[in-house]
Structures are given as C-alpha cells and as structure tokens.
C-alpha cells in the first residue's frame, strides 16, 4: 500500500545552535537545497517553538517545493519531524512527488549529519505499507489476519457470515485489550488496494472497527 513516507529527526546541538542554524549550515554545504531564512522565522512564530522550511531546488529534477519541519513535542526540544511539503509551482504533489522529495531531503540531510560536528541521525518510514506496519501489535495482527483468511467465494469482498464477523469483533476486541492503536484510514486503503476489496465493503469494515472501538471505550468506562 503506497503512503505518505513519515520524517523523523534527532539533532544533538551545540550550546546556543538552533535548528535554523542547522538549515543554514546543511544549505551551504550541499546543492539543490535552500534555507528561507524569512519565511522560516515566520514559520517558526505561527507554531510556537522552532520550526523552518528548506526548499528543494530541483534535487534530480524533482518538483520545487518547500520542506516544512517542525518540533514533535515541546517536552523534546531536539526531536523534530516534517508535517508537510508544499509545492511551490504547482497545485498538489503526487504521493510519489511527495515521498521522493522527502526521502531524497532525508537521505541528503542524514548525510550531511553524518559528515558534519553537529551530531544527530533521520528516521524515514517506508513508502510502501505492508500489514505489519498498519497493525503493528502482532497478536492485533493476526486475529485480523484470520479475519481476512476466511473463507468466501469472492476473495475480493467483504466476509459477512455471522461466524467471519465474530472474527473481525475479535479482531476489535484485541484493539481494546492490547491498548493497540491503529489507522483506520490504512486499513481501509490497504483493504482496497492491496486485497482489492470494493470500496463500500472497506467502508463497511472501517465502520464496524470504528463503532466496536466506540462501544467498547464506554463499557469500559461503565
């Protein structure tokens, strides 16, 4: 299943370097990269704690665009992540634009702190989702695993028998007692794009996950 690939950053700084002056140094170290220092600090003012944007100058003819990043927490002054990247020439970018701006912004930067006195490393999550990165509690996984392995004469829809759905509320259940956390949103992309289930039954099963994760919160709570 294509996604969006996630960027995390760990920068250890020395005495009084902010992230702007780590931008600033990797810009005038490497090519195709741009540090807008104006632009930037006015980023840094609407989030309200450090922040800064690069910009991609047609890194191996890539789309020009803006790398936006950000402080994850306010606990973890060094731990930063990029919550988006923005074209600058046109509309909307491509999961594929996007992911390879971002992993080619990833692969530079890591690089560069790789090489350089300001020591720090950069996480990238892998563009192409499998089951284990959308379930990652392994017990979660397999029950929904079972689930999907029932039985049917269409593999390609939706398992409706009362006996395929108590595998799915089980499957929902185990979210609840494992404290699992979950996308729904991925499972229903995965559903129909990497099982190819019809769109209405991914709705269906996202929908039944999402109501059973409801109820189950309050009879907890009862």
């Not at 299943?1 to 992230?19: F, G, S, W």
């Not at 973890?76 to 080619?104: D, H, S």
């Not at 790789?114 to 490393?121: E, V």
């Not at 108590?166 to 729904?184: H, M, N, P, Q, T």
Request: one cysteine or more; proline letters at 5%.
């Amino acid at each position: 299943m294509k996604a969006y690939v996630e960027i995390r950053i760990h920068l250890n700084p020395n005495d009084r370097e902010t992230l702007h002056d780590a931008l600033g140094h990797f810009t005038r170290d490497t090519n195709h990269w741009i540090f807008p220092k104006k632009e930037s600090e006015t980023y840094q003012e609407h989030t309200g704690s450090e922040a800064g944007y690069v910009i991609c100058d047609a890194v191996d003819g890539h789309e020009s665009a803006l790398v936006a990043i950000a402080s994850q927490q306010p606990k973890l002054p060094n731990i930063f992540y990029v919550p988006n990247i923005v074209p600058r020439n046109c509309f909307l970018l491509t999961v594929e634009q996007y992911n390879a701006i971002g992993l080619a912004f990833a692969s530079d930067f890591g690089n560069w702190l790789r090489a350089c006195s300001l020591k720090g490393n950069v996480h990238c999550s892998n563009p192409e989702k499998t089951l284990t990165d959308i379930i990652t509690a392994e017990k979660c996984r397999r029950f929904f695993e079972r689930y999907l392995n029932c039985p049917s004469w269409n593999p390609s829809s939706i398992r409706i028998r009362p006996s395929d759905i108590e595998k799915l509320d089980v499957f929902i259940c185990a979210l609840i007692r494992y404290g699992a956390k979950v996308s729904l949103d991925e499972i229903e992309k995965y559903l129909i794009e990497d099982q190819k289930w019809k769109t209405t039954d991914a709705a269906w099963v996202r929908n039944r996950i999402e109501i059973g994760l409801d109820v189950l919160k309050v009879d907890r709570r009862f």
